[in-house]
């Protein structure tokens, strides 16, 4: 079952600019929003609620209380009062987008428009470029902890147990991240 919330992003000063509902990493991204997520999770401030229609209410009393750039009325960057993203919609009416698009997908339009959006996928790289990360690992020289673990994932077999140091350090590392991104700290 998804989780959901309403974000504020803040500008540097702290002050909002963005209100918005989500769930999974939707405030930790720019898709979809028109305006650009902040550079730093420190300055997103995340709400978390029951259900999609109290974040979306969250999201609707957010945008009231700071007001909208647009209309005059306050600092947000919000194009709408909120609420208005559509609520989980049922596989029927998945299936019915799903079919819409790949038909949209099949006409020479969108045929043309998948062959740009290829083409804007793949990295152009310079030969200047393609050298200097070829030559960016000729220095490192893995340990035989290393190659004994990339040995062991090419040929499929699990992996010998790490050491009592290697899971402490694991362990820090991914505490850190989830205080960060889970509790939403900064």
């Not at 790949?102 to 428009?113: D, F, M, N, W």
């Not at 220095?139 to 790490?162: D, F, N, T, V, W």
């Amino acid at each position: 079952m998804a989780q959901f919330y309403s974000y504020l992003w803040l500008r540097r000063d702290t002050t909002p600019y963005y209100a918005g509902k989500g769930s999974g990493r939707r405030a930790f991204i720019n898709a979809d929003h028109g305006v650009h997520c902040p550079a730093s999770d420190s300055r997103i401030l995340v709400f978390m609620h029951a259900t999609e229609a109290e974040a979306f209410e969250s999201e609707k009393s957010f945008i009231r209380w700071f007001g909208r750039k647009d209309l005059g009325t306050g600092c947000l960057r919000n194009r709408t009062d909120g609420g208005d993203a559509p609520i989980n919609q049922g596989p029927a009416t998945r299936q019915k987008q799903s079919a819409a698009a790949k038909r949209r997908a099949q006409t020479p339009e969108g045929l043309a428009h998948l062959r740009r959006v290829g083409r804007m996928s793949k990295p152009l790289r310079s030969e200047e470029h393609r050298r200097h990360l070829s030559e960016s690992h000729l220095g490192h020289i893995p340990s035989a902890e290393q190659l004994l673990h990339q040995s062991l994932a090419q040929k499929g077999k699990p992996k010998p147990p790490r050491s009592a140091e290697h899971r402490r350090r694991l362990s820090e590392s991914q505490k850190a991240r989830w205080v960060k991104k889970r509790l939403f700290l900064p």
